[in-house]
């Protein structure tokens, strides 16, 4: 009995490593607060600059963004980057009252204390990459087109009404009840796309053209996680677990909106 509790307890630390929130496991949509700093801050600062002057370089107006959390190594198969998020080309107010132009950071993260609810919320490219396991983006520039209808939704009523805050990490793109930071980016990205705001046609949509990436962890370690874990969920999967990622959106992108660019982006 003993030897059988020891199992389990090991099994269950392997699969918190995996998905702890406050570590930035995969998807994961932490905001960083009170994460372990690897990199300087004049680092992140001027990799936040790097990828802004190259975003702005390419006439971004939105962009998608992603960051790495943790290192490749602890992440499930064919994941790279563990959040993902649009920023946007704004006026931005400094702290002393100017305003420049920048990019805000439009996130859905996780509440502090409350792991399985999200919030949505603004911030900026410095606060983006605080704490991140490596300085690695990843950038998805859309089309123009769809640069345009991404930003008539990011600034309408539809876009915090595609917002679910029932938080999973493995969020199911193709069912409803529960969303983790790729599903709601998708979401809305296939509301611009359509031109709807109707989220039945915009699943319809996913489930008919959008490629999941497939969850490889043992169901074992799944049925821990959703034992012992708050953010991990499976109640919105119906058959073997998937998720939406950056590099299945970037993919998306480029098989469905031609003049899309995917692309990384690492420190000097």
């Known amino acids: 009995m003993h030897r059988l509790l020891r199992s389990l307890l090991v099994a269950l630390a392997g699969f918190v490593l995996c998905f702890d929130a406050n570590s930035a496991g995969f998807s994961s949509s932490s905001s960083q607060a009170g994460e372990e700093t690897h990199f300087k801050p004049e680092q992140v600062i001027a990799f936040a600059k790097k990828v802004e002057r190259t975003m702005a370089a390419k006439g971004a107006r939105v962009a998608i963004l992603a960051r790495m959390g943790r290192p490749p190594a602890e992440l499930p198969e064919g994941m790279h980057f563990t959040h993902v998020a649009f920023a946007v080309y704004s006026e931005i107010t400094t702290s002393d009252g100017r305003k420049l132009p920048g990019y805000s950071i439009y996130n859905l993260y996780q509440e502090d204390g409350h792991p399985d609810v999200s919030d949505l919320v603004q911030d900026f490219p410095v606060d983006f990459f ?94 821990l996680g959703a034992m012992f874990s708050a953010e991990v969920s499976t109640s919105d999967q119906p058959g073997p677990p998937v998720t939406a990622t950056f590099e299945k959106i970037g993919g998306y992108l480029q098989k469905y909106d031609v003049g899309s660019e995917v692309f990384t982006l690492t420190a000097d």
């Open 130 to 223: 605080a704490g991140v396991a490596q300085l690695e983006a990843g950038i998805i520039i859309p089309s123009p087109a769809l640069q345009e209808r991404l930003l008539e939704v990011i600034s309408s009523p539809t876009y915090q009404a595609l917002h679910d805050p029932h938080y999973s990490v493995i969020a199911n793109p193709y069912t409803l009840g529960r969303q983790n930071c790729t599903e709601f980016v998708l979401d809305v990205l296939n509301s611009a796309i359509y031109q709807t705001s109707d989220i039945s046609l915009i699943k319809a949509s996913e489930k008919a053209y959008f490629v999941a990436q497939p969850v490889n962890v043992s169901p074992f370690k799944l049925l």
